[in-house]
């Protein structure tokens, strides 16, 4: 891994200074992968595009941000999962698009607990875990009707769901040959009646000039 320059950018609400991380290279060696379709690679650390900012706590846009001239100023940081969702309500999204990728995010960041260890998932209880499943239904509807990776992650949303039969009947349907770990891994999942986020082994590797 290669480190690029940080780029400064100021908060679109109170204009409080942040660093973004960049990468000149980085490479897969050492990745994670998980049914959700989350990736950690070691090598190549992922900036979110969602930030929460650390003066006033605004959720914003990197691509929204205003880029200034290097300043010292602490890096940005990732939302929360509650305050994620609190950028869905507010009406943060002004697209497809961005809907998207916060409720994606905010799905992802749900996900964490069990993906670092914590299997009791405590979203799933209270009002928190009732505005985590909307949110998953929400994000099944943003996804196209044809687009085969976009059916695994229609299938591992209804698994997490516990709505297993429409689980195997969509993911019976994935048949490119590089989706296959992640469909035999969400069918075994399903099988077992198992509702958690799972990794997924035996990932290619590859070197990424950025």
Known sequence: MLPGPDVTVACPACGAFANVPTLRSGNTFGTRV?????????????????V????????????AARRVNDREAPAVCEPT????????????????????LLRLYAWWKSNDRVRFGLREAEADNGTIGTIRR???TALIGLLGPDDQADQV????L???????????IVING?????????????????????????????????????
């Open 81 to 100: 999962e509650h305050r994620y969702y609190d950028a869905i309500a507010s009406g943060l999204a002004l697209n497809h698009k961005e809907e998207f």
């Open 34 to 50: 998980w049914t959700d379709g989350k990736h950690l690679s070691p090598m190549l650390p992922e900036i979110p595009p969602v």
């Open 158 to 168: 209804l698994r997490q769901l516990g709505r297993f039969d429409e689980t195997f």
């Open 174 to 210: 994935v048949t490119e040959a590089e989706l296959a770990p992640a469909v035999q891994t969400i069918t075994a999942s399903c099988e077992a009646r198992d509702s958690y986020v799972q990794e997924i082994r035996a990932i290619p590797k590859r070197t990424i000039l950025l």
């Open 134 to 136: 909307d949110n998953m």
């Open 153 to 156: 992650m229609r299938a591992e």
């Open 52 to 63: 929460e900012c650390g003066s006033c706590h605004a959720v914003y846009f990197l691509a």
